[in-house]
């Protein structure tokens, strides 16, 4: 399983001194495959490595620089779409990361801008980002009409110019599963940045960061989550983390990333957070699923998590009902 | 995977895999001169795939991934494995490459100096480009031109030549001593067939040349030349570029080098012969 290989050589570059040319083909593809290749170049940067490689990991720095900078004009574009609604609007995931300049930012991949706003003011912000230039990128009715009735974001929204996608969310789970966070909460304790839009306070981040990982989707790109909690981790300690993730109710997502965390990437966290769940196991075969190809493997996890999500997501009969739905219309998990 | 081969094509290493042997073999066939990647890493791995197990043997089709892929690349006949792999490694090229901007141009050099012929599918810059190496010649590349932004040198990228339809006899004739693939009746693009590089183009492959003119074809026109002023070359140019928006601010620097630096034509013409006068023509007065 290659997906180790990247986590132990995150946890420990000095390690990748020693590695073949078979184990760096095979690193750098899985590296890739998870979205980590940037945060992986940043980690081997001053390392001594084969020429090849530190051009590879020197064309990965600059994409992640360039990616971030794209990220922040993306969330400056929609300040200036936004502003004049006087709303509190919060960056999250991986643009929150880079513009509060979080160790979890440094060369990561950044693909959509993710942004919370009160629930409230969900279709003045529509309409503000239509005005803007963006429109609907889903235009199944059945698709739309389900992320509008059940999700905790609008259905995603693509900038006509400059190719983009915006999720704007109200909350950080789906309406249907059977967690509910507190987006007020978010709202209230986040930090203001000097531009006017806001960052949620670290626990918030974690807690979010938590629910994404293990309440929510099927654990794809779950390595690169995973080391965001742990960078977070690591930056910020878990002080009061215990109280605010059960404020969320996500006490035990968040037990979970922790002790994974740690499991992993060796994130140095107190005894009290330690431990073993024995369902652990099957997440760290989840998270460690990519062969030296860059391919998930071994396949049937894959199936397992994404059952499992849906699980999670939706009650039974409504789970049924959409499965149902999905399946005429001629989807099936990606081979 | 199953099958793998690694090599090198101008400064870019790649990993191919396969569930099949076949396309592997000919690669390995057509590809047997050039050097393999620098230590044996690749800058791109590729991947040639059945979507299901069965289809390895059942009707197979061949699904092409890698570092980087798009999600609804449609499948291949395993007949086509060939050009699968060729599609395959243009993909990571034009998702992945940032280390110098991509143009999709083909490239010719002589004395050190380089001519770039860039346009649509169709224009003919892969058979113009060879054809010109028939005629002393160096061939940089037929499809993606390397511009180096701290330098603004091109450099070289000699995949295997993709000549379609008429253009497969006409420059077999001019050609004959050239090492051709199998040939691919019905592909995507028409009848398809790859020229190998000559050797001098494998050998100098890693040697790159300074811009000295730069044309933008068109075929099936009477034959004419046009001068095409800065501000239509940069627009063009941006289309003809798979990663200037990738580069940020270094590929506007190189692209705007580019067109500060080089005379550029439009050139449209009937037949090829016209077309080659033409462009001797040009590069006389021009370049």
Known sequence: MTGRLVVESLRDPARCGAYSSDQWNALIAAARAEQLAGTLAYRLTGLTLPEPVAQIMEDARCSAENGRTLALWEAEAARRALAPLGVPVLLLKGTAFVAAGLKAGVG?????????????????VEAALLDAGWEW?????????????????????????????IDVHHTILPLTARITPDPAAMIADAGALNNGLYVPCPNDLLCHAAAHLFADGELAGGMRNLWDIHCLLEEFGTGELAERSRLHGLSAPVRRAVRLSHRLYGTDVPDAWRGRAVSDALFVHRLLARDGWGRVRPKWVEHVFYLRGHWLRMPPVMLARHLWTKWRKGYRPVG | MRYRTLLKIGPVGFRIGSDWRAPIAAL?????????????????????????WWRRFLRPSVMIGGDYTIPDAAPLPLSMGLLAAEMGMNLQMALGHRRYLLVHASAVERDGRALLMTGMSGAGKSTLAALLTARGWRL??????????????VHAFPRLISLKNRAIDEVHSALPGGRVGPMLADTPKGDLRHLVP?????EAMMRPATPALLLFPAFG????????????????????????????????TALSHLVNSVPVRAIDYPDTPGAIALVDRLWETLA
């Open chain 1, 137 to 165: 990128v889903k235009p199944d009715p059945y698709d739309d009409a389900y992320y509008r009735q059940w999700m905790h974001e609008l259905p995603p929204l693509i900038h006509r110019e400059r190719d983009r996608m």
């Open chain 1, 108 to 124: 990561r991949a950044i693909g959509d801008l993710d942004i919370l706003v009160p629930r409230g003011s969900l279709d003045a």
């Open chain 2, 198 to 202: 000559d050797a001098r183009a494998i």
């Open chain 2, 221 to 252: 026109h009477a034959l004419a030349e046009r001068p095409v002023g800065r501000a239509e070359t940069f627009v063009r140019l941006t289309q003809a570029s798979t990663n200037f928006v990738l580069l940020g601010e270094s590929g506007f």
């Open chain 2, 140 to 153: 940089m590349g037929d499809e993606f031109a390397l511009i180096d932004p701290e330098t603004g040198l």
């Open chain 2, 28 to 52: 390995d066939d057509l590809y047997r001169d050039y050097p393999r990647p620098d230590s044996d890493i690749a800058d791109f791995t590729v991947r040639l795939f059945a979507a299901r």
